[in-house]
């Protein structure tokens, strides 16, 4: 597993990420899926939430956040600056966010974590300064995730089902144990042929 820490941090943001988003990667094909649902403390306010987007030029790049909807969304505007500063250099752009992320003070405060993939690589960020790359081509963030990740690790091991196969049957295994996630699932895949990727939902 690549790791590249820009600090050390006390702080935990796991306790507070209510929802399961899953990357899998698989042969040339990666999919990238989030459930709907959107908690307040123990009551469900909204059950069909976007959570997972394309994001870089052309859509090239897939994003998926856990955590505080409208600090996703700050981080997620921050990564596409820096994208545009690193044009094709998804590493470079993950490593620098992660970086601010966990030297500003007003950035720092922000409650969520991210999964970003493109073609060929998948990262993990959080607000520790980590960009996390899987060895198995898997990333699974949120109080869903290790059900998302155990089933998908059991289902890599089958022949005949792909990435996107593959995200869908997790996400439902997560969904039927996570409280916190539900069944309103949106797909996104990327392939390394531009003329191949497809969004479903």
């Known amino acids: 597993m690549q790791s590249f820490h820009t600090a050390s941090s006390s702080h935990d943001p796991v306790g507070w990420h209510g929802t399961t988003i ?14 709907g649902q959107v908690t307040l403390g123990q009551t469900v306010i909204k059950g069909n939430a976007r959570k997972v987007r394309r994001i870089g030029p052309s859509g090239s ?3 998926g ?9 700050t981080l997620l505007e921050r990564l596409e600056a820096k994208l545009e500063r690193y044009p094709n ?23 969520a974590m991210m999964a970003v993939a493109d073609a060929e690589h998948s990262y993990t ?10 060895e198995d081509g898997i ?10 990740l155990s089933a ?5 091991t089958v022949e005949g089902l792909d990435a996107e196969d593959i995200v869908r049957r997790s996400m439902k295994v997560a969904g039927d144990i996570c409280v916190y996630t539900n ?14 990727d497809k969004v479903s939902s």
């Open 89 to 111: 250099q998804l590493e470079r752009a993950c490593v620098e966010l992660a970086k601010d992320w966990r030297t500003d003070r007003y950035l720092r405060r922000l409650e």
């Open 183 to 196: 069944h309103s699932v949106r797909v996104e895949t990327l392939t390394a042929s531009p003329s191949t």
């Open 61 to 63: 790049i897939l994003a």
């Open 139 to 148: 990333i699974a963030i949120g109080s869903g995730g290790n059900f998302a």
């Open 22 to 35: 899953l990357c899998v990667r698989r042969g040339p094909t990666v999919a990238m899926a989030g459930d």
């Open 125 to 134: 960020l959080t607000g520790n300064g980590d960009v996390l790359e899987p």
């Open 152 to 156: 998908a690790r059991a289902l890599l």
């Open 65 to 73: 956040f856990a955590g505080a909807t409208a600090d996703a969304f």
